[in-house]
């Protein structure tokens, strides 16, 4: 029985290695913001979402297929919820009844796992119960395919089978075993075995045979005897023990990954409520494949800032539909930053299959996705930040492949502005020609008017508005790189000194 | 063990090139037919083994580096061979033969093989000599004597299918052969697998109950396990934890198992009155000379083994020229073996270096920057030269070492503050001794001696000490901050470590035959990250 609500045809892996820059993206891109507000405080959904939202799908077709069961969810969101109890009922029983496989004698192994048995066997009950109660209502390939598989797989007959089973595991009339010679005469190949006749209790059946049969009383006082005696019996009870605490174990790890995979959407109805609360709008993107260059989006806004603000905040409209290369430029504390970070988040966001904060959103998948962001100031030298600048970039370099999108904010500013864009320039020049796709927010005039200047058909120059009095709008509108970035402004009204 | 030969010693060099064909073998084996002594030595009267460690190896931090030789295989004792150098060219030679043929892989795999068998039969036959219980004892000494046969059987057949060419394998061939066609080895062969074969047909059930136990035989009873497993079968999911317990190899044994087996032993009597048998009249039957040769072969293997590491990261080993004469000593791309061990596992690089001695050159003068690895090369010189000595390949792409009679060191020590003279009157007793026991033939390793006094002194006493070395005209390395040290007369060179002057931090430690050039790389800090146009290009290409 398998869950497989994260992939059609496969288990979603929860150990997978996350990508390199794992913790810059983190950093850069705000993401502990989005995954705490689909977490709620649960550590458990935290761990999920976040590992689900940084393994990057590169696949339309299974972003899709997440895009239909979270609109399941979407529709129905307490049968989603209720299955998503069970699980959490199994981990709790297991808690308060200290149920769990904790020996590692055979015989403790086969009681423990016997009991975590009787208690699944309720759980799938309920789950059946579920299923026949609600599956017609489900839309989705995913949830389609689960439904019918619970049904089928769980009949009637199959769950008297198992009770009769876990009862005759009970070995109440002692243990047979077979067992052969091994090296230096020592007893191995124990085997439980069954009584060939089953009429008569094999025990009698001993009494009337022929061949003979040695006995051995134990003296009541012989604790070591016994203890051995029932080492034996564990030797023998070895194999079954370890059948029925796999049984147990691969139900136990069903329920743990109908967990796993229902936290990602249950991660996503929690944020879409919050979202819906602010009355921000949500809408479940068009991705286009990696080798194509879409992005194109409408009231696209920076999850992560209203999610902090706890309020509407301001959305941007873009095409840059073929284009490989955006800069954008213009005033400090214009909305660079934010842009940035929504492309980055929205981009994030969609190849996992959750829903984007936008009106509408357009665009091709990054085969993976980079962030290069300015670090603070550290107790290092000057030389020495530049040079860890560069050695974070040549990192990417390390791990990127084509197809790929890097967002770079204020890079190699570290250094002087010729220098800067001199390297900064060779890096992105090679970067395109290697059809990887770049963002860039930077100050280094030299760097965006150089590329302005060769006027190329896939670039899209952004600039933050600023009206003529100085006023920030936080909108990004198409324009030429400036020779100046306002920092005059923000000097003048932190220190509020008149022009 | 009786040895004659009526074979000179002068022969053996002859016979080395004699190896190619299998025809000049069998003239060899009619003619000289030379017995088995050891792996080790070819002849008995060669044969020694030093308890203790020569007084030079810490210096050389050759301690270390034995150490780590013989650590997986303290249950051999191989510490002793290891140091004891070996004085004859012929030895050498005799165990560089047995070197490379072990250096074969599947031959090395083999003779491994054997060793783990052998492992188990001294932990097979110690257990019988611990256990109480009549048929568990007659048991594993019956385990033992399978074990030793199929280890022997199996040694011999890969023995004659490799390509074997060294003189200690052939002869260790030719005694296993022997051995093997022997009524004591064929009867202990044959019996031990029939009463084998016989107790293994023997099937049982025990039947367990609250206090007591009953055994009889077994009639075809089904498993309940698999059903078990295949009621459960639609939940599986993947790989899924083994609950198995892992049963212990030759546990105690137990009297409630002893009285199992004795009921067993009445089931099937037969059986037992065979194993009875066996065990009465095969009694000590381990062969002397395989024991030794099951040990002396380590020697090799721990040293294989050991400079395995360093192969796979791209260092080089080489078989040396050993000789008395000093007219050409030369070693390419060595390093200090003990120093790339500890960095075998870090990132940084292992440096080598190259140095050659010819006539009338006798003395290597190190000096130049602190750290940059004069230490290290004046070790690696000694390394080189006593590892030579053992018969073993040394760090190095080709190298011509010297036959010594004793190494002698003089590296900085701690102060010792109970000593009332003063570090250097004690300095200057520690070299008149050496310089007292050291002949013409003898190695010379001096460290930073006399840093401890005026630049004055150390200059007029460097000097001193340097005029009765060269009387002595020993080979010798002398790392020193006295630069003019090196050009005093045609037996000293000049040889010197080097840094990079624009990043003094960075460590080469290369040791050059020249004063430093002050060779520079201007690169830029883009270049140094492969951050330039051209190189992200070919970076994200490939």
Same mark, same amino acid.
């Given at each position: 029985m398998k869950v497989h609500l994260m992939y059609p045809d496969r288990d979603f892996e929860p150990n997978q290695n996350l990508p390199s820059n794992e913790a810059a993206l983190i950093q850069d891109l705000e993401l502990n913001t989005l995954f705490e507000a689909m977490a709620q405080g649960d550590k458990y959904l935290f761990d999920v979402v976040r590992q689900v939202v940084l393994s990057s799908l590169d696949s339309p077709e299974i972003i899709r297929y997440r895009q239909e069961i979270l609109q399941d969810c979407l529709k129905h969101p307490d049968v989603v919820r209720q299955i998503y109890q069970i699980p959490i009922q199994s981990v709790e029983n297991k808690q308060r009844h200290w149920m @769990?496989? *904790? !020996?590692?004698?055979p015989s403790g192994i086969l009681s423990g796992a016997r009991q975590m048995l009787e208690m699944f066997i309720d759980l799938l009950k309920v789950l059946k119960q579920i299923a026949n109660e609600n599956a017609e209502q489900f839309e989705s390939r995913g949830f389609r395919r689960f439904f019918a598989m619970i049904q089928q797989e769980l009949d009637d007959d199959y769950f008297a089978v198992v009770t009769h089973h876990l009862k005759e595991l009970k070995f109440q009339r002692g243990v047979l075993l077979s067992a052969e010679l091994g090296k230096g005469n020592e007893g191995t190949n124990y085997i439980l075995c069954r009584t060939n006749r089953q009429n008569r209790n094999w025990l009698e059946r001993i009494v009337g045979r022929k061949s003979p049969v040695y006995t051995y009383t134990l003296h009541p006082r012989d604790d070591r005897g016994a203890q051995v005696l029932g080492d034996l019996k564990d030797r023998g009870v070895n194999l079954v023990a370890n059948a029925v605490a796999q049984s147990a174990d691969h139900i136990d790890s069903f329920f743990n990954a109908l967990r796993l995979e229902l936290a990602f959407y249950i991660g996503c109805l929690n944020l879409y409520e919050q979202l819906a609360q602010l009355e921000e709008p949500i809408a479940f993107p068009f991705p286009a494949p990696a080798e194509e260059r879409r992005l194109s989006f409408t009231r696209l806004y920076d999850v992560a800032l209203a999610l902090t603000m706890k309020q509407k905040v301001v959305g941007n409209d873009v095409n840059a539909d073929n284009k490989d290369l955006v800069f954008i430029t213009g005033a400090n504390q214009g909305g660079k930053s934010t842009f940035l970070r929504s492309i980055g988040l929205a981009q994030m966001m969609m190849q996992c299959g959750m829903f984007v904060p936008a009106l509408s959103f357009h665009a091709n998948i990054g085969k993976r996705i980079f962030t290069h962001y300015k670090r603070e100031e550290d107790a290092q030298m000057e030389s020495g930040k530049f040079d860890e600048e560069l050695g974070r970039m040549s990192d990417i370099i390390d791990d990127i492949t084509p197809d790929s999108i890097v967002l770079f904010n204020e890079s190699f500013a570290a250094t002087n502005e010729r220098e800067g864009s001199e390297i900064a320039q060779q890096i992105v020049r090679a970067l395109l020609e290697m059809r990887i796709k770049v963002f860039y927010v930077t100050h280094l005039y030299a760097l965006a008017n150089g590329f302005y200047e060769r006027q190329m058909e896939n670039a899209l120059f952004l600039r933050a508005e600023r009206k003529a009095n100085g006023e920030r709008t936080f909108r990004l509108i198409e324009g030429k790189p400036l020779q !100046?970035? *306002? @920092?005059k402004d923000v000097y003048t009204k932190i220190f509020g000194i008149s022009q | 063990m009786a040895y004659m030969s009526n074979r000179s010693f002068d022969s053996n060099h002859t016979l080395l090139e004699d190896y190619s064909g299998t025809k000049a073998r069998e003239v060899k084996l009619e003619s000289f037919s030379i017995p088995f002594n050891s792996i080790l030595f070819e002849r008995a009267d060669q044969r020694k083994e030093s308890l203790e460690a020569p007084a030079f190896f810490t210096d050389l931090n050759l301690d270390q580096v034995i150490d780590a030789i013989t650590a997986r295989k303290k249950e051999y004792h191989l510490n002793p061979f290891f140091y004891t150098p070996l004085s004859d060219a012929e030895t050498i030679y005799y165990r560089h033969e047995v070197m490379r043929d072990l250096e074969q892989t599947t031959l090395m795999a083999h003779i491994k093989a054997f060793a783990e068998k052998m492992i188990l039969v001294r932990r097979y036959l110690a257990l019988v000599e611990k256990l109480d219980s009549n048929y568990h004892k007659k048991g594993w000494y019956l385990e033992a004597a399978l074990v030793y046969c199929e280890a022997i059987l199996e040694l011999e057949h890969h023995l004659n299918l490799a390509d074997i060419k060294s003189r200690g394998f052939l002869a260790f061939r030719d005694y296993l052969t022997n051995y093997i066609q022997s009524y004591r080895f064929q009867s202990l062969l044959a019996e031990s697998r029939e009463v084998k074969a016989s107790l293994s047909s023997v099937k049982y059930c025990v039947i367990i109950q609250n206090g007591r136990f009953k055994v009889r035989r077994y009639e075809e009873e089904t498993n309940y396990s698999v059903e078990v497993e295949k009621i459960f079968e639609k939940f599986k999911q993947g790989a899924a934890k083994d609950y198995r317990l892992q049963l212990k190899q030759g546990s105690g044994i137990n009297h409630i198992e002893a009285q199992i087996l004795e009921f067993v032993a009445r089931l099937y009597p037969e059986q037992f009155a065979a194993l009875d048998k066996f065990y009465e009249q095969q009694s000590g039957f381990v062969d002397e000379t395989i024991l030794v040769f099951d040990r002396e072969i380590q020697f090799y293997i721990a040293y294989l083994e050991f400079i395995a590491d360093f192969k796979s990261r791209g260092l080089s080993f080489c078989y040396p020229r050993v000789s008395r004469s000093k007219q050409k000593l030369y070693s390419y791309e060595a390093f200090d073996i003990a120093l790339a061990r500890t960095l075998l596992y870090s990132q940084n690089p292992v440096v080598c270096n190259d140095f050659f001695l010819e006539e009338p050159e006798r003395i290597i003068v190190v000096s130049g920057p602190n750290q940059g690895g004069k230490t290290t090369f004046a070790r690696m010189f000694g390394q080189l030269n006593y590892l030579a000595n053992l018969g073993c390949p040394v760090p190095g792409k080709e190298a011509q070492l010297y036959l010594f009679d004793q190494i002698f060191t003089h590296f900085e020590r701690e102060e010792d503050i109970h000593n009332l003279h003063g570090k250097l009157q004690d300095d200057l007793v520690r070299i008149r001794n050496i310089i007292k026991q050291a002949t013409p033939d003898s190695i010379l390793i001096l460290n930073e001696i006399f840093a401890s006094t005026t630049l004055e002194d150390a200059v007029f006493l460097s000097k001193e000490i340097m005029a009765r070395i060269m009387e002595l005209d020993l080979i010798c390395v002398w790392v020193t901050f006295i630069d003019e040290l090196s050009s005093l007369s045609e037996k000293t060179i000049s040889m010197v470590s080097t840094v990079i002057p624009e990043n003094p931090a960075i460590r080469t430690f290369k040791i050059v035959r020249q004063p430093a050039d002050g060779l520079a790389y201007a690169l830029s800090i883009a270049k140094k990250h492969r951050l330039t146009y051209e190189q992200i290009k070919e970076r994200i290409r490939s």
């Open positions: @769990g496989i *904790f !020996t590692r004698y !100046t970035s *306002f @920092g | -």
